[in-house]
């Protein structure tokens, strides 16, 4: 069974992970919309179905699998898996910031700027760096 929880974790990853890159550039655009438009009105459709349909879920189950996998495998052993888990926590509170922001554009209370969506759209792909290399080197 540990390569099938395995192989369902890393498409969960996938999917979180086109999520995460995905939301903050929609938000990009949203912050750019006119309140009120069918524009605007669009955007939120389209943030809390891609929240809602696929990074929830996909969070839920990297989450379970993978620690199922930490504890399996690894029995929580090496500081590689710790300082994975640390950025997956990081990536965790930025999924807590977009679901914040969902939350203040559909009602209608946005007050942050593009550029700081386009500079929180990084975020996910830093992190993502940072997780993948741990995963796949193991440095320490």
Do not use: C
């Not at 590689?80 to 926590?89: D, G, N, Q």
């Amino acid at each position: 069974m540990y390569e099938w929880i395995k192989a369902f974790h890393v498409m969960a990853v996938i999917s979180w992970m086109a999520g995460m890159l995905y939301l903050p550039r929609l938000m990009v655009y949203h912050a750019e919309a006119q309140t009120g438009s069918i524009q605007s009105e669009t955007f939120k459709i389209m943030e809390r179905r891609l929240l809602k349909g696929i990074i929830n879920p996909a969070m839920v189950l990297t989450w379970v699998l993978g620690l199922y996998l930490a504890w399996y495998a690894f029995a929580f052993k090496g500081g590689w898996l710790h300082a994975k888990l640390l950025l997956v926590f990081v990536l965790s509170g930025i999924h807590g910031m977009l679901v914040k922001h969902v939350r203040n554009f559909a009602a209608d209370r946005n007050v942050k700027s593009p550029r700081y969506f386009r500079i929180l759209n990084e975020v996910p792909a830093v992190l993502m760096v940072g997780i993948v290399i741990l995963v796949i080197v193991k440095p320490f």
